[in-house]
């Protein structure tokens, strides 16, 4: 092979690698707009997020539907309950077909424990994910709720309790991403909010960083929303971000 040959090649499997690793957040209000932006997507991702304001409106078949067309699906609906109630949604969540499932760390150790036991044994369980701290909390919100460390040091604590329960995967911002890693390890499924491609609008996120940042810090998956889901061509928008991540990759 040529020397330019062995480049195209290598590029081309850092584009396939980003292909795997790229969430699109599907926040949108209802299943006929969640449809409509599938198909504007057109096979550009591999992983769409379903959250709170889709599955509330189109309900659990909006998951069906979606793996139906071979996506992978991230429930991110941030479960915070009892135990006993975590484990079974965690279960049902299963049977829907999510590959990811979010919890709130803050729940506490017996509900993430009951969580991990709940998924042992399924087949093809959903990868659990624990939100450490709200990247919408800052000092004085955490102050509030009678927590008064610095909101990076509780997103280690809540993170370092979260692995006692055998749960080493977290969502975070990217200004964590890099501490996370050196407790997960490299098996830890770290995905990654926040992502604003080069030039994009910052929107209502604070603590952002771009892709290709983003991979290098250590992100297993990043997850993107409106930079792709509101762009005029959103599949042209998404190959754009797929393209950042594969020059870190
Ligand atoms: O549009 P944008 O790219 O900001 O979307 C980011 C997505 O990630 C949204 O669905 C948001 O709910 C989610 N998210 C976040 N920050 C967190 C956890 C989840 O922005 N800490």
């Given amino acids: 092979m040529n020397e330019t040959t062995t480049q195209e090649t290598a ?26 932006l599938v198909s504007r997507l057109a096979g550009t991702c591999q992983w769409l997020k379903v959250g709170l304001e889709l599955y509330v409106a189109a309900g659990p078949r909006m998951v069906t539907a979606l793996a139906e067309q071979g996506y992978n699906v991230f429930l991110d609906l941030k479960l915070h309950d009892i135990p006993n109630t975590v484990g079974s949604t965690a279960r049902t969540a299963a049977v829907l077909g999510a590959k990811m499932l979010t919890l709130h760390a803050g729940g506490g150790p017996a509900m993430l424990t009951a969580a991990r036991e709940a998924l042992a044994g399924v087949g093809d369980a959903p990868q659990l994910l624990a939100v450490t701290v709200l990247t919408s909390m800052d000092a004085a919100q955490l102050k509030a709720v009678g927590v008064d460390r610095a909101p ?62 983003a991979i290098r810090q250590g992100a297993s998956y990043l997850v993107v929303g409106r930079p792709i889901t509101q762009a005029a061509n959103p599949a042209e928008a998404a190959e754009a971000v797929l393209n950042e991540m594969a020059t870190a990759l």
């Fill in 11 to 36: 590029a081309a499997t850092a584009l396939e690698q980003a292909r795997e690793r790229l969430i699109v957040a599907m926040d949108v209000p209802d299943a006929h707009q969640a449809m409509e």
């Fill in 152 to 213: 990076a040091d509780q997103v280690m604590e809540l993170a370092r309790m979260g692995k006692a329960c055998g749960i080493n995967g977290f969502v975070c911002s990217p200004q964590e991403v890099a501490a996370l890693r050196t407790l997960t390890g490299a098996e830890g499924v770290l995905v990654i909010p926040g992502i604003r491609p080069v030039g994009a609008a910052v929107g209502d996120q604070k603590r952002v960083a771009t892709p290709a940042d």
